[in-house]
């Protein structure tokens, strides 16, 4: 069975930092992208950013509101993407979502989520 | 930036009903447009990809229609399992959702 599985969630206080992982079961995690998301409690989904394959040269692209802050990475070898949270915000808080393509760059599979709440 | 607006933002129905959800980009997304559905408490769910194609396994009383900057998400018969929130998401540039649509039981 395809499977993407979150961790690393939890509660942070505001300025500190944080890692989430992605870890992948049931399929060749190194041949597809992977895309992280959000949604803040109550509100709409956000996209984060993604990595490309390594055939893609493992490019990342980031939204706005998180580049210079947020840093995704992957590591093959484990079928693990990485989300690294950098000064963390309040409004940063909200469940955070990894997926993976189904198509070129369209969101097919997702994880269950992991909740990041950020708090003094 | 390429805004999306989504409307109507709640949308009351009953079973059986043939229900229309629209969305509108700020500019042409070249059929660059996907749909999601989501429940409270899960991920949400891919139902359909550039603009009109059905996702393995989704019913086929969803369908996508649209060109441009105008677009929408039909459902033929409303089933009791559709009543959800759903999402429209731009892909031309970089990835924009709407606001989201939520379905409620009349």
């Known amino acids: 069975e395809v499977q993407l599985v979150e961790s690393g969630g939890g509660l942070v206080q505001p300025g500190r930092s944080l890692r989430l992982s992605c870890t992948s079961s049931?399929?060749?995690?190194?041949?597809?992208?992977v895309s992280w998301f959000r949604q803040a409690p109550g509100k709409g989904l956000e996209w984060i950013g993604y990595?490309?394959?390594?055939?893609?040269?493992?490019?990342?692209e980031y939204a706005a509101s998180v580049k210079g802050r947020f840093t995704i990475s992957r590591d093959d070898s484990e079928g693990i993407a990485y989300l690294q949270m950098n000064s963390l915000k309040i409004e940063d808080t909200g469940v955070y979502y990894c997926?993976?393509?189904?198509?070129?760059?369209?969101?097919?599979?997702w994880g269950q989520g992991t909740l990041v709440t950020v708090s003094s | 930036d390429i805004q999306m607006t989504q409307s109507p933002s709640t949308l009351s129905a009953s079973v059986g009903d043939r229900v229309i959800i629209t969305c509108r980009a700020s500019?042409?997304?070249?059929?660059?447009l996907a749909w999601y559905q989501q429940k409270p408490g899960r991920a949400p769910k891919l139902l359909i990809y550039?603009?009109?194609n059905l996702e393995n396994e989704v019913p086929s009383r969803f369908s996508g229609s649209g060109s441009g900057t105008e677009f929408t998400l039909t459902i033929s018969s409303l089933q009791s399992d559709d009543f959800a929130t759903y999402y429209c998401?731009?892909?031309?540039?970089?990835?924009?959702f709407g606001q989201g649509t939520k379905l409620e039981i009349k």
């Open positions: 550039k603009a009109s």
């Open positions: 997926s993976r393509d189904v198509y070129e760059y369209i969101w097919g599979t």
């Open positions: 049931g399929f060749t995690f190194g041949v597809y992208a």
């Open positions: 990595i490309k394959s390594k055939a893609y040269g493992e490019t990342t």
């Open positions: 500019q042409s997304l070249n059929g660059w």
């Open positions: 998401l731009q892909y031309k540039s970089a990835y924009t």
